[in-house]
Structure formats: structure tokens, C-alpha cells
């Protein structure tokens, strides 16, 4: 064993260490200060907790989490729906949302996130659950709108249910990814393909831009 | 001989020079260890079969009792209160006795303590993996379990402690019983008060005379809801990590580890400065764990900042570890205990420094709800606690077994195969919490989330989540190879245990042994001498002399926090401001909510959808507090292995769920929710809905006419048949064959949540309170 590994040779080149006069079953302690920086720290973690408070809670630097939510919302509604929102709901909006990658592509996201549990990942259908939709089968469906208004209000038998979570426009986007669908023809589950064939959808309509 | 000295009472007959002879009782410390080492193995082992079935979900074979909401409640209470627990209890007796040179007061005491908390854990393992549950973390047991609890901690042990302290042969005591006095004291208290509840089975045997079924007797409801019950469990929560995971083993440590080292403590100054800081600040920082929940704002800060102050007072503890080991690091390469300490104290600091970092507002937006958390905790109890008691353990088993060790080697083997399992575990785990926060965040360019299907966040975490199970897989051999050294040791023992005398003299009335505190600054002033006087800190070594008054003070110190926190949060009511169409749940809803507690949903479910714009989007408008105002308890979770369900109702058909309890992965392709066929099978009890409702009434929950018609049961059942015939309008089963089936009660809840805050509040009640002021 090295020699500067050896417990006495520690006290005799850095400070002199005191030993107490405590003994408790043999334990002893020895009489160090509090290092330095735990004192800094600790103050510092206080001077922090209190600006901390005042900053957040007594002065207007930080709005709410509400407003900051709210802000956030206003803000995404632009990047997201654009020009969308002033259009009324038809189906020319829907048409348009069809030309239009970047909205289609939202609307895909939104399908991911509300339709896929019971229609499934590609929209092939779940037994019992959701039908095809990339056939030309449609039971609920005359018309592009009555995507719409089985998202908003669901079926009268109750075995598709209202999307409560979904604003209009975002209605608009996935029913209209929806539609995009049809004509894949991606297999389903038996049953999937209930209904008849009903009229072709209308075509996409090119924007201009991306909106 | 011995024999002789047994019989005397440890704290009477002084003999001729005046000094007392004593025995320790080292047979009560030798249970509380097997019982440790046990324990320790049944943890860790249901541990790693609920992380299989989050690898493999179908682990649980579609067995009630083996599902993973109900054995995680057994993993967490079973890790923290039987492994964790009679570590404590193993450390307290040894170390006590020792350094008040006094057996414990009481052996029947002592003896009382252990079967009582063994009957305690045995009554858990009976009750939580068959759905018997307060549904509130780390609180799970029931109420007569919580009775037993209070009455072995507090009476049993608590009072045996006290005893001993005040019957002690050392002037002084030694900072680790600081430390077990705030344990004792401030568990207690957070007991208490967060299992106030109204016993659902005795409410019912008063009002129609008889007791329907075990399962109702067993039932309570905590007598807070919604954001009032959040506030006082996770005050509960983290103060169960404070005061059972932490006090105990700085105590633990300031006793066992300048043993081993047999090195004096490094400072004196800061163990006082960092034993009353902690205790004091602990206390207020529950809140962080409710961060961007229905809490108020002002409550969430205070957790916050009081977390943050929290560092250096928890680093204190690790500086006096591990500072005490200078001039001991040549002995570490040879000694596996000082390694497990080193580790233990290691993992501590840094447990105590991401726990600050954690309870920062905006890290936790990340954190929270992640697997972070979990790691966060694991990098907790398997570093510090754990490793703390096997470091102890192994110290103690030659000394305890009064015989060598029987493998120095396989100790070293435990160290090592711990050490790596550990690291394998929570590196894992880190980056599984991180990898799903970020996603649960990410947006595309087109404003929308990047990953809309929750079942995406999951799929990608498969991988980690067996690197977990072999990290914990290898943490249990650890503990196995640490069992089996421990019972070879054991079969070396003595055939007699050799009792050795100590004498000491019983402490005299009179004491002027402190020197009394001189100023040095000779200042005019007196107030300044005074100053002085105080920063030298012998007012605090008379302290020492008094257990009983630091006891008090310690009381003081802890209960500060939460009066400050509590108070407000039930007096004042515009920190929940109250929705007019939010509407007490029907009878059956209820009883569907309270099938949803036993099977542990919460375990893997949130229900509280923060304000920030990934959440929104993807789970609704954010939760309120006024809309939790009627959910004894609440259910907000802690983690979401899946997703939110605060607005579930009416997303999805009744025979979506259905068929999703039947088997999630018909429906959902890669879900790892298990099965829960039993849901499909079991019949609901209409008859005791009856208890339940009565007893949400006596909290105060208006059912008003219902419960004055005396109409609960039919109303439930009648609910119970709609469900069920439009279940079968969907293509479900007939009707009969469902409607008393758990599976329709729990759809009627599932149905239920988050729906009440879009309803049109009827005409008569028009004034619908609103947030925001006008100047």
C-alpha cells in the first residue's frame, strides 16, 4: 500500500482537522467547516426561489399558462389552416383541401390520431368496428359532406360516435383525407366492404399556393 | 450467566460501582434482516415481471391478480415499505441500542413491531394483486391496513424508539437518531392524513344493516377529491420518498458507514445545518409533481422553489458520506461494503440533484409522465436505498451471526452484477422517458403532431424496455447471491449466540457538562454577542441532550409546509373555481369508476390534460379543477404507458372498449395494454352501488332526490341495461348476457369522463363562472 494512501498521512498536509469530543459507540466526529460553495449554493438556490416568485407570480413578465396556451393556439391556427378558415364549409373546401399536399397531409395526421382505432392503420377496416374506406363501398356516405357529418354528429345508430375533439376545419382535413382515400383499394377484414357503390367523389381542386 | 443479565431489566439495577450492566437485543435485528433480504428478493422479482409484461404484454397470461395494474402497486409497496422498511427497521434496532447504550425499551415491543409489520406485508400481498385498492400511489392499501400501520409505526415502534431514547445511557444522542426521530415523526403524519377516509362497507352496514360482500367492507374514499386529494397524496408521495427513503438511511449511513470506514464523521457542523434544512424543506416540494395539472400556479411554484433550495441540504448528507471516506480509499478496492456504500451515496447525490432539475417547471413539461420519472426513482431506491442495506447487511452478518462471512467473493459478484443491472436499468429507462417525451411533443411542418398515433411513442420504446428487464433481472441476482451468502453464513453460526455484558452508568438528573457558549466578537452590542453565541451552535449540542423537545421542534419543522400548502388550498375557493354542469357521477359510473381503482388503470392511464398545445391537440381542451370536484380519489396518474383518458367519453363506441378489454391487440396493432377478459365475465354487485353512493353523499357529493327515492339500484341497473342494448345494437353480445357484466359499469365511466365540462348548462343556471377579471 502507498504511503500517501494511508489515513494519517492525510491530516498532516492539508488543514488541521479537529476531533470532537463526541463519541457515540465509537463514532467520532471531527469539527470541519461547511465547505464554501455548499453555502454559495445554498443561498443562491434561495435568492432564485424567492425572484423566482416575484418574477412569475408579481410581475407581468410571464403571462399565465393560459394565455401562453391560448397564444400558442392562435398561432398554430394560422401555420395550420390558413386561408381555410374563412371558407365556409362545403364541398369545395373539402375539393380544395384535396389539392393540396400539405393539407392532405394534415389531414392524414389527423386520421392517425382519431380514425385508425377503429378503422385501422391503412384504412382497410376493423371487423365489427369501422368499415373499409378505400373502396367504392360506402354505407353512411352519399356525397363527400356526409364525411363531414358522420365526424361531426357520428351515425344515428350510434355505431360510429361524434370526434367532439375535432374543430371545424380540422373536420374539414381529415374528411377530406378520408375521401382522398377512396379507390386504394387497400383488402379489409370480411364485412369491411359494406354498402353500395355510390357516385365518384369530385375532383381535387389545384391551389395555387400552399395557403 | 447471560442468562442471568437477560433477566434483568436493561434499564434498572445499578450495581456496586454504580454502573449498569445491559444486553443488546440482537435477535430482533437478525429478523428485521432475513425479513430485508426476503423481501428485497419478492420485490425485485415482481418487478421484473411487470417490466416483462411491458417488453411482452401478454406475460400476464390474461390472469386477473398477474395483470399489470394491480401487481405495480404491489412492486412499488413491497420495494419501498417491506424491502425498504425492515431495512430501516434492521438499522434502527442495531444502531439505537448502540449508541444509547440501552436495549430497546420494550422486547415485546420490538417483537410486537416486526409480526405487526409482517402482517402488514402479507395483508398487502393478499389484497393488491386481487384489485383491493385507495387507488392513490404509494397509499394503496386499504383502511383496515392503514389502521395497522398506524398503530405498529406509532405505537409499536415509534413508542419503543421514544423509550429507548429517553431511557438511554449516552448524555447525547448522535445525528442518526435525529434522523429516525423525523422519520417516525413526520410518517406518521403523512399517514394519517392522507388516508382520511369514509369506509364504503361501514357506511352501508349502518344504513341497511348488513355487510353485502368482503369487497365492500374493504372499500373506502378518501374524504378529499379532485385537486384536494391530488395536493395531499403527492404531499404524501414525495414525502414518502423524503421521510421513508431518505431520513432513514441518512441515519442509516451516518451510523453504519464511519463503522465500516471506522473513520470519524467528516463535519458536525454539517450535519446539524443539513439535518434541519432538509427536514424543513423537504416537506413543501410535493407540489412539483402536480406541475401544469388543475393545481394552482402559486402551489406549483412553491414546489418548485422549494425544490430547488432542496439541493444543497440533500448534498449535504452525500458531502458527510463521502467525505468521511478520506483516508479510506485505499481500503475500498478491498472491501465490498465500503463499494456498495460509495455507489449508494454516489447514486444519492445524484438522485438529489436530478430531483431539483426534475421539479423545474419547464424540464418536467418533459419529464412528467415519461418513463424518466421511473428512471429517476429506480436510480433512487436500487442505488441509494438499496445499496445503502446491503452494504449494512453484509457489515452486519458476521457481527449478527456472530461468525465470519461466508464469501467475501460473492459479495464483491453481488456488487458488481448490482451495479451493472442498475446501470442497465435506468440508462434504459432514461432514454425510453426521453425518446416518448420528445415525440409526445413534436410537430410536423404543417402544425400538427408528428406522431398522432400514441401507439408510435410506445412501439419505439420496446427495445429499452428489455434492456430493463435484463438490467433488473441481474439487480435480483444480486439480491439472490446477497440471500444465499447471508444464509451460509447464518449455518455457521454459533450453536449459542454469545450475549456480551456492557456497563454503563445510568445518565444523572443534573448535567452542566456543555460548556456554555462565549462570544468572540466581545462586541457593545448584546445582541450582536448573541448572534454570536447562536453561530457557535451549543445551543443546538444542549439539543442533542433533549429528545424529547427535538422532537417537538422537528414536529414543528415538518408541519410547516404543509399547513402552508394545505390550508389555502381548502379554505379558499377560488383555487377551484367551480363548473356549473359539472355533475356528480350516476350510480353505476361510480361503480365503474371504482372498478377502474381496483384494476389499476391509473397505473398506466393519466387523466389530466396539461395546457400546452401537443396536449390539446391531441387529447382535448385541458383539465379544469372544478371538473374533478365530485372524484374521491382522484385519478390523475402519474405515468402514461397509455394515453390520457381525461376526455374519453364518447370518442369511442361502446363496443370499441368492449372488444379492446377482450383483447387490445385485435383492435390495436402493437398495443401492450394486457387483456382483461375477466371484466367480461365478472358480474357487478347492483345491491352494494348502494354503499357506494351513500357514502359519496356523506362526503357531501349531491345525489339529492336519487338517494331520498331510494332509487340507486334501479337507476344503475337500468343504466346498465341502455349500455347494453346499444352495446348489442353495435353488434355486441345480447344484451342479457352483458348488462351486469364490470365491463358495462366500467364503460359507463369510460363514457362519462371529461364530457361534462362541453354540456350546455341548462337555462336556469345561466351564470357560468368565468376566469378572467375585467379591470
Known sequence: MPEINKPDSYKSDARKEELLSHNYDGIQEYDNPIPGWWHMIFLGSCVFAVLYVVVVHFTPMVPSREVRLANKIAAAEEVQFGKLREMPMDEIKLQTIMGNESWLATGKSIFNGTCTVCHGKQAQGITGLGLNLTDDNYLYVKGMMDIVDLVTNGTENKKMPAQTLLNTNEIAMVAAYAASLRGTNVPGPDGSDAGEVIAPFP???KGDDGG | MADIVKKTKSHQHPDKDGLEA?????HIVRMFAWATIIWGVVAMLVGVIIALQLAFPDAGLGVSFLSFGRLRPLHTNAAIFAFAGNGIFAAVYYSTQRLCKSRMYSDLLSKLHFYGWQLIILSAVLTLPFGITQGKEYAELEWPIDIMIAVVWLVFFGGNFMMTLIHRRERHIYVALWFYIATIVTVTMLHVFNNLWVPAGLVYLVQYGEMPSAELALKSYPIYAGVQDALMQWWYGHNAVAFFLTTPFLGMMYYFLPKAAERPVFSYKLSIIHFWSLVFIYIWAGPHHLHYTALPEWASTVGMVFSVMLWMPSWGGMINGLMTL??????????????????????????TFEGPLLSIKSVNSLSHYTDWTIA?????????????TFGMLYWMMPRLFQTKLYSKKLCAAHFWIGTIGMVLYVLAIYAAGITQGLMWRAFDVNGRLSYPDFIETVTILIPMYWIRVVGGLLYLTGAILGLYNMFMTWRT?????????HYAPALSKNYDGDPPAKSRLGANTKLGNAGDKFLQGNWHRSLERKPVKMTLWVLVAVAIGGIVEAVPMFLVSSNIPTISTVKPYTPLELAGRDIYIAEG????HSQMI????????????????????YDHPFQWGSRRIGPDLAR?????????HYLHFKNPADISENSIMPRYPWLLKNTVNFDEIRGRVDSMALMGVPYGELLLEGKTVEHAKGQALEIAMELEAQGGPSYEETYDKKVIALIAYLQRMGTDISKTPPPVESEVETEGVSP
Open chain 2, 648 to 656: 374519453e367519453g364518447g370518442l369511442r363506441t361502446h363496443l370499441w
Open chain 2, 610 to 629: 396539461r395546457p400546452f398545445l401537443w396536449e390539446t391537440m391531441r387529447y382535448g381542451e385541458y383539465s379544469k379543477p372544478g371538473e374533478f370536484i
Open chain 2, 22 to 26: 445491559f444486553v443488546y437485543d440482537d
Open chain 2, 326 to 351: 478520506r483516508g479510506a480509499w485505499h481500503r475500498v478496492a478491498s472491501d465490498p461494503i465500503l463499494k456498495f456504500y460509495i455507489v449508494g451515496i454516489t447514486f444519492y447525490g445524484m438522485a
Open chain 2, 601 to 604: 388503470c391509473y397505473n398506466c
Open chain 2, 376 to 388: 429517476h426513482v429506480h436510480a433512487g431506491v436500487l442505488g441509494w436505498n438499496g445499496f445503502m
Open chain 1, 203 to 205: 375532383a381535387p381542386i
Open chain 2, 493 to 501: 453460526r454459533p450453536e449459542k449466540y454469545e450475549e456480551v455484558v
